[in-house]
């Protein structure tokens, strides 16, 4: 690759000295007074003849006139301006350019430590080297061809120009004015400022205050420590900050071991260290070749390159360079080839990230200089670090056994958990990806992954703002039935059916997660821009208020995204931790903390930089919190969507369930008393997760199940007396005696609630008596297939009074929704009335006659009245039907009146003729 190596020289003549005309002034007129004639008039005096000018003359002469005054008004302008500028400079630039070498303490390693759970004393938790290897080496340990290599590719001017190389800033300047970009010009004095600051605006006032700043910085400090510190700071791939680490990682050797050749290969990095790092899976298109070239390819052309600009400003002979350009460089590691060097805990490289942000917060450092301090500016970092905490979600989410499922694409799952310890606010432990560690820096999913939270966001979003604003209650009801039809078909539908209950209280939609029940709470008790509002000022999470995400505008001021989760840009998981702690904290919210102060090492003592106390905002009332803390238990009850999998043994634990809609991630934010621990599972690509539960309750049970080991069973506080409230189910009104005859059973129930909610002196308007009736019991409602169902027509003028029975069916208003329909839609006023009376019982009772009285033919006697047997009738004589005489005052009854029984006449007995009508 030698042949890379013919470089043009820059033509550094920008300006010509340049001689201005002389300024001419036209001639001037001599004015001729005539005289006043005397007398008789005398002879007029002769007029003096005009000099004409040449046409030439007087263009010329108007030019330089013209520019002239230009060049006047010019050098006054300039003058003003430089005036300016002077003042600006003055007043703006120079405050901010003073800088020395005090301002970056550094040489001594940064140390995490942890607090003993029982001495109470600080342990050392890890040292800081891994995350950007950093080795301070000395200006003098480092070799001349190093320091050499770097000022002849980067500053070839160093050694004798102030801080500024004037003839590079020439330039940079004419490109600005030619309309080209604010660049170029940079010293080393000045690339080491931009990386110590965090000013890298592409603007006027940035270089300006950059030249300022090398020009004083110059004055303050020699070139020896200019050009130590720099390249001890330059980044140089793999993790490497600076000279020495760099040396360490590539060749295995200490900087003052170096040959000619590695000192031209390091140095060659820092200009693109993806490009030119030697581990770097960098591949491109090589320099006048169609071959494409691998990093090491790279970084052989680019030594080669560093290698020809020493030699030509001869700081290396000729037999040098071809014995550099010669030499084999062997690196330690094969390209690709993974560090085996320490890896951090999650938890370890979460307190680098926090404090790494705290401090260019509080100090306005760049990422470069932020870096340094970490690694060599002596810092001691005091922790929150839990270490048992940690280890038991380490132990969970290093087992594939807990979570094993692989999508069809070959992806196996992953999730992330934080848990915080809801009295200090602390992170007690946090993962960020499942499976073994095995790298720094990488894909951090509970920090800096944002997916959708589906309906775990509804407590947040919906179901506090709503309960903190006074516009429910728990028992509040709300219709378990579509909104509208704005997807073209009824809208929304609840999560795995589109089944729909019809009334039901608050605290049950919230347990059965009701996307029906989130979008009317949304539209007609809140709103979106309320809700919006609600979620980033209380809890701090931050939201999209509108942007074009591929051509198409997104906001999450709208009701699908704030009711039902579908934001935008999604949540964290460490966010959504801290968020739900808010309730079990009885409605302050503490912003999670890992660390709690760093220090310096200054000359032996410790020096404080940041103070990491715990600080709490209200964000929601105590009551609001109490009534969360509630109904957020019900989702481990009966019918919520977490009873299959239930909660935490002997623990009042609470949570909610999250699913995006088309089932690409799951989550489950939970809490007891003690801790709060967020989980998302998921795939890195999307893809629809198939699982007959939900993957994160079960990782975030056996992480919880773990934690609260030994611990006693605690309860949230109430934070005042409460009222017992009976109400109906269908109104949440006061309950009345209507609610009792629902044909569904009784309808009323009991619960408790804070006085301001008791809805005093407001009955059930769903049950009254408008709306009850009687019915027949013999006469039920048929199904479609003709069995009878436990619905009744109404009672008819002929119904048995002992089969009526009087019913009270719930009267309220449902617009109709496409064609959709909930379960309670039969039993609703307007429905059941409709069904008509009873065809049963359509005509009057028939009353049934006295039965005639039957004559034993036995026994024809009147047993009431017998005849007597001393006066037997006459036979000759006019005898009735029943054996009396016709005219029995005429009858002469013969001479015998008291006939013995001898003298009775002898009549055979035997039953009378029933056909015979006459005695005989």
């Not at 909610?757 to 709306?771: F, G, I, L, Q, R």
């Not at 009267?811 to 309670?824: C, H, L």
């Not at 004589?877 to 009858?891: A, D, F, H, K, Q």
């Amino acid at each position: 690759m030698s042949d890379y190596r013919n470089y043009n020289n820059y033509k550094h003549s920008l300006y010509d000295d340049s001689d201005y005309p002389s300024r001419r002034q036209p001639p001037s007129r001599e004015r001729q007074s005539g005289g006043s004639s005397g007398g008789g008039g005398g002879a007029p005096r002769k007029r003096r003849k005009k000099k004409k000018r040449g046409g030439v003359g007087r263009v010329i002469g108007a030019f330089f006139k013209v520019l002239g005054t230009l060049i006047l008004i010019g050098l006054c302008t300039g003058a003003l301006m430089a005036c300016f500028a002077a003042v600006y400079i003055n007043e703006v630039i120079v405050p901010q350019a003073d800088l020395s070498m005090d301002d970056f303490p550094l040489g001594e390693n940064s140390v995490m430590y942890y607090e003993d759970k029982e001495t109470g004393q600080y342990k050392e938790m890890t040292t800081l080297l891994n995350v950007t290897s950093s080795v301070w080496v000395d200006f003098e340990e480092m070799p001349l061809n190093l320091i050499n290599a770097a000022v002849a590719i980067e500053d070839k001017r160093f050694w004798t120009h102030p801080g500024v190389d004037w003839r590079g800033t020439a330039k940079a300047v004419l490109s600005m004015f030619t309309g080209g970009e604010v660049s170029g010009g940079s010293t080393i004095t000045q690339q080491l400022i931009k990386n110590e600051t965090q000013y890298n605006e592409t603007t006027v006032k940035r270089k300006v205050t950059e030249i300022i700043r090398a020009l004083r910085f110059t004055q303050n400090n020699s070139k020896e420590d200019t050009l130590e510190r720099y390249l001890n700071i330059i980044p140089l791939g793999s993790g490497c900050k600076g000279v020495g680490a760099a040396a360490l990682e590539y060749f295995g050797k200490p900087v003052s071991q170096l040959t000619l050749a590695e000192c031209a290969s390091l140095v060659g990095i820092t200009n693109n260290p993806s490009k030119y790092g030697p581990y770097s899976f960098n591949r491109s298109q090589g320099v006048n070749t169609e071959e494409i070239w691998d990093a090491r390819q790279w970084n052989k052309y680019r030594q080669e390159v560093i290698l020809w600009q020493m030699l030509e400003q001869g700081m290396i002979t000729r037999a040098e360079y071809d014995q550099a350009v010669t030499q084999e460089l062997n690196f330690v590691r094969a390209q690709g080839e993974g560090n085996s060097d320490q890896i951090y805990t999650w938890y370890e490289e979460t307190v680098i990230s926090d404090v790494r942000q705290a401090l260019q917060d509080n100090f306005g450092w760049s990422d470069e200089r932020t870096d340094q301090i970490m690694q060599s500016g002596g810092l001691r970092i005091y922790t929150c670090y839990d270490p048992e905490a940690q280890a038991i979600a380490e132990e969970i989410y290093t087992d594939r056994a807990n979570l094993n499922y692989t999508s069809k694409d070959g992806q196996q799952m992953q999730s992330a958990i934080c848990v915080i310890n809801n009295e200090t606010g602390d992170v007690a432990a946090i993962v960020g990806q499942f499976g073994d560690k095995t790298v720094n820096r990488g894909s951090n999913y509970a920090n800096a992954g944002h997916r959708q939270p589906g309906s775990s966001f509804k407590p947040l979003s919906v179901y506090s703002p709503a309960l903190e604003f006074g516009r429910i209650n728990p028992y509040t009801v709300l219709d378990d039935y579509p909104y509208d039809t704005r997807t073209g078909s009824a809208w929304p539908k609840n999560s795995g059916t589109t089944h729909y209950r019809g009334l039901v209280p608050v605290f049950e939609a919230l347990k059965r997660s009701l996307n029906t029940a989130a979008v009317r709470i949304m539209s007609d008790y809140i709103n979106p821009e309320e809700s919006f509002k609600f979620v980033e000022e209380r809890y701090h999470i931050e939201l999209e208020p509108g942007r074009m995400v591929y051509g198409e505008w997104k906001t999450d001021i709208d009701v699908a995204p704030m009711a039902m989760g579908g934001l935008t840009n999604g949540v964290n998981v460490r966010d959504m931790a801290e968020a739900f702690a808010t309730f079990p904290n009885g409605g302050m919210y503490k912003r999670s903390r890992t660390f709690t102060r760093v220090t310096q090492l200054v000359n032996g003592q410790e020096v404080t930089l940041l103070e990491n106390n715990t600080v709490s905002e209200p964000a929601i009332k105590a009551t609001t919190a109490y009534y969360m803390n509630t109904m957020l238990q019900g989702v481990f009850a009966d019918g919520g969507t977490g009873a299959s999998q239930g909660g935490i043994k002997g623990q009042h634990a609470a949570g909610k369930t999250g699913t995006t809609s088309e089932n690409f991630d799951r989550w489950f934010v939970g809490y007891t008393p003690y801790y709060t621990a967020a989980v998302w599972t998921g795939y890195e690509r999307n893809v629809k997760i198939v699982a007959k539960n939900n993957p994160a309750l079960a990782l975030w049970k056996q992480v919880m199940t773990k934690l609260h080991e030994d611990l006693p069973d605690k309860d949230y506080p109430c934070p005042e007396s409460m009222r017992t409230i009976n109400y109906c189910r269908d109104s949440g009104l006061l309950a009345n005696e209507w609610c009792k005859l629902d044909p569904r059973g009784n309808r009323t129930a009991s619960g408790s609630v804070f006085p301001e909610d008791y809805p005093e002196n407001k009955p059930c308007t769903v049950h009254t008596a408008e709306s009850t009736v009687t019915v027949c019991l013999d006469c039920p409602v048929l199904k479609a297939d003709g069995s009878p169902s436990s619905l009744y027509h109404q009672a008819g003028p002929y119904c048995p009074e002992d089969r009526q029975q009087q019913v009270c069916y719930p009267n309220y208003q449902r617009e109709q929704v496409g064609n959709a329909s909930a379960d309670d839609g039969l039993w609703r006023y307007e429905t059941a009335s409709a069904y008509g009376q009873c065809t049963v019982h359509t005509e009057p009772p028939v009353t049934e006659p006295d039965p005639p009285e039957v004559t034993d033919p036995t026994n024809p006697t009147n047993p009431t009245n017998p005849p007597n047997p001393t006066n037997p009738t006459d036979p000759n004589g006019p005898w009735n039907n029943w054996g009396e005489p016709s005219n029995p005052g005429t009858t002469d009854p013969g001479p015998v009146q008291n006939p013995t029984p001898e003298d009775q006449p002898d009549v055979p007995i035997f039953p009378l003729d029933p056909n015979n009508s006459m005695v005989g």
